[in-house]
């Protein structure tokens, strides 16, 4: 992004169109599209251990640097406390006036102790550091044995009910990427065949509409709930303030894609602009949108 005495350079998960604007205002579509939470996702991989945090979408995955207040290992979490083992109470005298204690305590009873103890300190500190401000479905990689206890501890509602079952120090990146993309997927397409659905209704009852100017009026007014872009969709112009639209030519600086801008403005008013290629769009006109009011 570039602008008089501004310059920002952002390193993108996916790769984008060649196209340069020049206009009033920053072309965010692309990025928008990246940064919508429709096809993003985080992986927690887990093990007795340590844990990591990646985030990524359907062509790549990158690991995330934790929050400070994250622990990233057992240590971290526990300090050098070790459980101890429990005793029952049942003692006899041994030779040379030794007493020998007869328990239940194991090792094995120690470190099943202590894992659910670190899982359980990893999976809030996950959600309050990470999960809630992202609000991105979690995967959740790691051994069967090792996802049974961390599932029945935990209580991040963003957690996936399908992880990836394997040892994720075992899988190279991309791997790992694939087999949590392959979890992801299914509620990738739920999610935006729930929004296409959503239009239908509404539209259905006087509440939706793919009309360009409608929708440009609505958004300055704060009234869109929802909307559907086509990603591969240009269309030169610029919204005025009271949501009219002068058509012009992306050459010219005071003329944008009025696409982009429509996005820009329902995102500022704290709708949802949703980014999708325009085969799944529910429109031939490039933009669809639902009605709060």
Known sequence: LRAQDFFKLYRLQRSVPEL??????????????????????QVLAIDR????????????????????????????????????????????????????????????????????????????????????????????????????????????????????DANPDALGIDELRKRAWAVVEPEHRRKAQSAIRRYEAAAANGMATDELSSIARASVEGRIDTLLVAADRHIAGRIEEDGSISTGDLSAPEYDDVLDDLAEIVIRRAGKAIILPSEFLPSSSGVAAIYRY
């Open 49 to 164: 251990q340590k844990v990591r945090l990646f985030e990524g979408n359907r062509d790549v995955l990158d690991e995330e640097e934790l929050a400070p207040e994250v622990p990233r290992t057992l240590t971290d979490a526990l300090g050098e406390e070790l459980t101890e083992p429990y005793l029952t109470g049942t003692t006899r005298r041994g030779g040379a006036g030794s007493t020998i204690f007869h328990g239940h305590g194991s090792r094995k009873d120690e470190i099943d102790t202590d894992a659910e103890r670190f899982f359980r300190i990893i999976d809030r500190a996950i959600w309050e550091h990470h999960s809630r401000a992202s609000d991105l479905p979690l995967v959740l990689a790691g051994l069967p044995e090792h996802q049974a206890l961390f599932r029945r501890i935990s209580r991040n509602p963003l957690l996936l009910d399908t992880g990836v």
């Open 20 to 41: 340069a604007i020049v206009a009033d205002s920053f072309h965010l579509k692309p990025l928008v599209r990246i940064l919508q939470t429709a096809d993003r996702y």
